[in-house]
């Protein structure tokens, strides 16, 4: 029996001894020194792998960058987008920035790029309803624009154009090589897309995006370049601000821990990339020859209010219905219709469309207020009545004439006015103030040709000739009377017009 037990104890003890042998290898197999994950890594199916692996300096390098000059809000979790608040007809400037590496894109280098700045919806609901939300707001605002390009503030910026069909656009070119700023205005308000209820709603953010394009072979700005953009909230004049300061006192009452989860405010914001704009640059710009509006160039947009060619507020037209004319009440009802059209009445042509000139004048201006409301139907009634802005300064002009020069030549001493020569003086109503208009206008009421006139004159003391400039114009006395003549240039290329 105790054999037995003794053997039992070898047994086990065999057994336990096997048991810790096999175990004391695991470690060493498994250990640091055995294996380690640089040459898991260098397995080859891993190294298939890695090399499909995008490296650390290889990462997209966008050939722009456009900063705009207004700062962030506080209130912005840390990895949500960026807001900005910004003024109802306030510029900002957008700063446009080469961000190229040395020999990224050679073949915009001495070229010009195009850009194209637009103000849209930011919430994707609002995107698929843009034609009736922006056709709603200019309903209600007649002759605005959601986005504009305030132009002498604007550095760099070339061939500016817009559109009168995309109200929310603006496009410009511009060298990458050079400093170029565009300050844009933003007039329309995030609350005028919000559904009225019982006051203080939530306005909709927009977004400000620009799409650049580089020049085609056929001369066309086509060919996408970037894209950027961010989000902004428009306020009424000073509400930006005053949402701004709100914002920031809330995040100083916040802990320290609850800050942690917003990012700072900063001074400027930074457009981030994003993909194109769905319409495609093309729709910019109309090559044929059909009368759908096309971009024009804004400098000519300055004279497009009055009318450049007459030299009186109250021009007459020529008996037809013009653009720029008036409603005649012999017009007949294609008549009528154009005119509308013309005058920026196209949404009313359908209701209108068996009225003649006389059946359109014959409405008060209560009526045309009860059938288009009070924004049109008032511009609509001042159309007709053909309301004229007052002018700012009225001067009276005469051509001195030809028989009163060759009599003072004759005799530089008499002034007899018994000669029989007739002075006949025009009226020139003056809205700008400035040199050029008086230029023109002179030029539209004597029938002279624009571009054959050098330079206008005023005959000073002693009979010198001074420079008229904006500032002289500026300080003409109203319903001063001017005699003029003419007389030709040193290089024999056009004349001079002199005011006596």
């Not at 995309?166 to 070119?173: D, M, P, R, S």
């Not at 007949?332 to 949404?347: D, G, P, V, Y």
């Amino acid at each position: 029996m105790a054999w037995v037990l003794k053997m039992d104890e070898v047994i086990e003890s065999g057994l336990v001894h096997d048991f810790d042998a096999s175990l004391s290898g695991i470690g060493q197999e498994l250990g640091a020194g055995a294996y380690s994950m640089s040459d898991v890594l260098a397995l080859p199916i891993f190294k298939q792998e890695d090399s499909s692996l995008p490296q650390e300096n290889e990462t997209k390098h966008p050939p722009f960058q456009y900063v705009m000059c207004a700062a962030t809000s506080p209130a912005v979790k840390l990895y949500d987008e960026t807001l900005t608040y910004l003024n109802q007809g306030q510029s900002y400037e957008i700063r446009m920035l080469d961000n190229r590496k040395a020999g990224d894109i050679p073949e915009i280098n001495g070229k010009l790029v195009k850009s194209i700045i637009r103000v849209v919806f930011h919430d994707r609901r609002l995107q698929y309803t843009e034609h009736q939300q922006l056709e709603g707001w200019k309903w209600n605002r007649p002759g605005d624009r959601l986005l504009d390009l305030d132009i002498p503030m604007s550095v760099g910026v070339i061939d500016i154009k817009t559109n009168p069909s995309q109200l929310n656009a603006v496009e410009f070119l511009w060298d990458p090589t050079k400093c170029t700023s565009a300050f844009i205005q933003v007039h329309c308000i995030s609350t005028e897309f919000t559904p009225r209820k019982h006051g203080g709603e939530k306005g909709v953010p927009f977004r400000i995006q620009v799409d650049t394009f580089k020049q085609t072979e056929n001369g066309e700005y086509t060919d996408h370049l970037h894209s950027a953009s961010c989000q902004i909230k428009v306020f009424k004049p000073k509400g930006a601000d005053r949402k701004q300061k709100t914002d920031r006192e809330k995040m100083e009452k916040r802990t320290a821990h609850e800050k942690e989860k917003y990012q700072p405010s900063y001074d400027t914001t930074v457009l981030t990339e994003c993909s194109p704009w769905p319409d495609t640059p093309t729709t910019f710009v109309n090559n044929s020859p059909t009368p759908a509006p096309t971009f024009t160039s804004a400098q000519h947009n300055t004279y497009s209010v009055p009318d450049s060619n007459s030299s009186s507020p109250n021009h007459q037209g020529d008996g037809t219905s013009q653009g720029s004319g008036d409603l005649h009440p012999s017009a007949t009802i294609q008549e009528t219709q154009q005119w509308l059209l013309k005058n920026r009445f196209s949404t009313y042509t359908r209701l209108f469309s068996n009225f003649s000139g006389a059946d359109l004048l014959k409405l008060t201006r209560e009526d045309l207020v009860q059938i288009c409301g009070p924004a049109d139907g008032i511009r609509l009634y001042n159309a007709l009545k053909s309301r004229s802005v007052r002018p700012r300064l009225t001067i009276y002009v005469c051509q001195e004439p030809l028989r009163s020069i060759e009599l003072e030549r004759q005799d530089a001493g008499s002034s007899d006015s018994s000669n029989g020569a007739i002075y006949v003086y025009h009226a020139i109503y003056l809205e700008e103030m400035a040199a050029s208009e008086v230029t023109r206008k002179l030029a539209s009421a004597f029938n002279i040709p624009l571009h054959q006139i050098n330079q206008v004159y005023r005959q000073g003391p002693t009979g010198i000739h001074i420079l008229v400039s904006d500032q002289m114009v500026q300080n003409f006395q109203d319903e001063s009377c001017f005699l003029f003549t003419t007389i030709k240039a040193e290089n024999g290329e056009g004349f001079h017009i002199i005011l006596k």
